[in-house]
Every structure is written in C-alpha cells, then in structure tokens.
C-alpha cells in the first residue's frame, strides 16, 4: 500500500528557513518520481519541485528556484524539501506526491498535506 506522510511544517518568519519532508511506504524512491505541490487558500494548486525517477533530476518553479531544494535519502525512504528565504507568498498546504511514470502535473499518489505559513 503506497503512503506518503509529510511533515515539518510550521509558522516561520519571512527570511527564514523550514526542511519539509516525505516519508514514503509501500514503493522505493527508485521507483517513483517524487513532486512537491502546494495550495494557498483561494488558489489553485501548483507545482512547486520534483525529482525525477531513474537519474534523480531535478525541477523547480521559477518561484522558488534559487531558494529550495529537492533532494532525496534513499536508505530512508524519505524526500526533503529545503526552503530558504521564506516570503509571505510560500504560505500554503504543501503536499508531496509520487507518480511511477515520472514528474507530472497529475501524480498518482498524495499526502495528506503539512501546513507552512510565513508571517512576522
């Protein structure tokens, strides 16, 4: 039964820093693309990073690019999402999701969610 569990959000303040993570159950990472999405309320949802199945590439929105990373544990199981430089705008429900064709707008699997909210 494939799960995935995020966690590591919070309230920070803008410029800071929070490490989301993704634990996976069921499938290994080698198996599966692994995307972050997130939804802020009132707005659709959207595509925040990915890394890809078979050589572990990477992929970002221009809104975050140069401020999170993707990377991936495989002995845990587990994909984290660092982000730095926190801004009001980040906040939303982020969501991790794993689809076994690869990165795509409409991944197979999802979380339940974890709550980031950036305000001073």
């Known amino acids: 039964q494939v799960q995935l569990v995020e966690s590591g959000g919070g309230l920070v303040q803008p410029g800071g820093s929070l490490k989301l993570s993704c634990a996976a159950s069921?499938?290994?990472?080698?198996?599966?693309?692994i995307g972050w999405f997130r939804q802020a309320p009132g707005k659709e949802r959207e595509g925040v990073s990915c890394?890809?199945?078979?050589?572990?590439?990477?992929y970002y929105a221009d809104s975050v690019k140069g401020r999170f990373t993707i990377s991936r544990d495989n002995a845990k199981n587990t994909v984290y999402l660092q982000m730095n430089n926190l801004k009001p705008e980040d906040t939303a429900h982020y969501y991790c999701?794993?689809?076994?064709?690869?990165?795509?707008?409409?991944?197979?699997?999802w979380g339940k969610g974890t709550l980031v909210t950036v305000s001073s």
């Open positions: 890394i890809s199945r078979d050589d572990g590439s990477t």
């Open positions: 069921g499938f290994t990472l080698d198996d599966s693309a």
């Open positions: 999701a794993a689809d076994f064709t690869g990165c795509t707008v409409s991944m197979h699997y």
